[in-house]
């Protein structure tokens, strides 16, 4: 810390405001009941603090802003995209930028190439749901190997998000390295709770995939959240900027994919960024197909502008700090109110474990929907379930997750949501289960419709 006090308080002013409109607990029961208690199903207006997601909710600087108006809209050689291919070539290091209009543009594009070539089996820490079904939807198979110390949701090993790199190195025997299509790691581990992969980690399994002649791509979407718990909490990177140890992790890679709405505070857009020439020459005949010309992947000039800005000031020490404390901050206040929250806090939204918060609602019942509702009805606030909701029979874990977005919300909304859990807490025994009375086939959560079991 470089002042003489210890407290860390949002690095910036605001400039622009964003009125959030106040309802009241009867309003709130009668839309959710119209939202059949689905909260993708809500209108925006009708919730104080959303917690949904973390991705293109981002506030933009000042510095954005300007950034949008100067951006230039020609349709090639826009000033724009240099500004945006300098910044990610500066970042990466790699000399071939696809710009597309966000993460899963670049997914569809990488795969699509990958798959073409035979590509039957693909590798990650754990693979995000688009990452997933962008490589299912191709025929080829996603497999997830989390390291042991994720399997516990509670205890707090500094790297959670890590590969098993054990298993990693089995499976590819088996499966056989011609069949590999890329070994792929997730910085940090989303669906793992936001927890961070170690250097070692990256480094281990870089000259794994180098040996065996495997491609290895970085997930980056929230690198620079990543790179600070590096800094923080593995030997031998406090002298290093966050900047500076991203860099050391992309030239281990052989490119990444990246959705600029998480740490790269975009509201839209993405990247590709390929070290081969000739996979990148073939990335680029499908992006022009699918997302856009190779100046603009589908993104307007002024998009590229804010995000170029974004790269960089998304790696700011102290904004990081800030970043990573209010976490922090969010996580240790719940916990001490009792609230079963994963541990340790990781860097962009809080889980709760809430079949052991709501012990009383099997999970047939959907006790994270159950918390959701509340949330809702008692405050306001919209989290999301991940959990049997979202994924049925297959769900390790009833989870509820706050996500955090980027310099958007003050400590006060912050101390509102502990104050909305302190109330839960007094009639979570109250709570109720609720059963499903409509949903379609593929991701039901979006759209079911449920309603509460009266007890
Ligand atoms: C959000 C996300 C993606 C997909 O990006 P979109 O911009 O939503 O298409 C891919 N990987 C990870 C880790 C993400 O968090």
Not at 246 to 275: H, M, P, R, T, Y
Request: contains cysteine; glycine residues 8%; hydrophobic residues 40%.
């Amino acid at each position: 810390m470089k002042g003489q006090f210890k407290t860390i308080f949002e690095p910036f002013k605001i400039k622009v405001v964003e009125p959030i409109r106040i309802t009241s607990r009867s309003e709130r029961q009668r839309y959710l009941q119209q939202a059949h208690y689905n909260l993708f199903l809500l209108s925006s207006d009708q919730v104080i603090i959303d917690l949904l997601t973390d991705s293109g909710t981002s506030a933009q600087s000042e510095a954005q802003w300007a950034g949008i108006m100067q951006g230039d809209e020609s349709y090639a050689g826009s000033t724009s995209w240099k500004h945006f291919y300098e910044t990610v070539k500066d970042l990466t290091g790699y000399p071939y930028v696809l710009p597309v209009h966000q993460g899963r543009g670049a997914e569809s594009v990488l795969f699509e190439v990958l798959c073409r070539k035979g590509a039957k089996y693909f590798f990650s820490n754990t693979h995000f749901d688009t990452t997933r079904a962008n490589i299912e939807y191709r025929g080829a198979t996603a497999i997830d190997l989390p390291c042991e110390e994720s399997q516990d949701l509670f205890s707090d090993a500094p790297f959670k998000g890590n590969i098993h790199l054990q298993e990693l190195k089995k499976q590819v025997e088996k499966v056989g390295v011609d069949n590999v299509g890329a070994v792929i790691l997730t910085l940090t581990n989303n669906s793992g709770g936001g927890q961070p992969v170690s250097f070692q980690n990256i480094q281990e399994t870089a000259q794994f995939c180098k040996e065996k002649g495997i491609r290895f791509f970085i997930d980056a979407c929230r690198i620079a959240e990543n790179c600070y718990f590096i800094h923080t909490r593995e030997e031998g990177f406090s002298h290093l900027s966050c900047w500076e140890i991203a860099q050391k992790i992309f030239s281990l890679a052989d490119g990444c994919l990246v959705s600029a709405k998480k740490d790269f505070f975009g509201n839209i857009g993405g990247f590709l960024a390929l070290k081969d020439e000739a996979l990148a020459q073939e990335c680029m005949q499908y992006l022009i197909i699918t997302e856009g010309f190779l100046t603009y992947g589908g993104l307007a000039g002024r998009d590229l502008e804010a995000i170029a800005v974004g790269i960089r000031e998304a790696f700011d020490m102290d904004y990081l700090r800030y970043r990573i404390r209010a976490l922090q901050y969010f996580n240790e206040k719940l916990r001490a109110i009792g609230i079963p929250v994963v541990y340790p806090p990781g860097g962009h939204a809080v889980y709760i474990d809430a079949q052991k918060y709501l012990p009383h609602i099997p999970k047939e019942h959907f006790p994270g929907q159950s918390l959701c509702c509340a949330l809702y009805i008692e405050g306001g606030i919209r989290a999301v379930e991940i959990g049997s909701v979202m994924f049925g029979k297959n769900a390790k874990h009833e989870l509820v997750r706050l996500a955090f977005p980027r310099r958007a919300y003050t400590q006060a909304h912050v101390d509102y949501v502990i104050e909305v859990f302190s109330h839960i807490n007094a009639i979570k025994e109250q709570l109720p289960g609720y059963r499903i009375v409509y949903q379609m086939p593929f991701l039901r959560h979006f759209t079911a419709h449920f309603e509460p079991i009266k007890g």
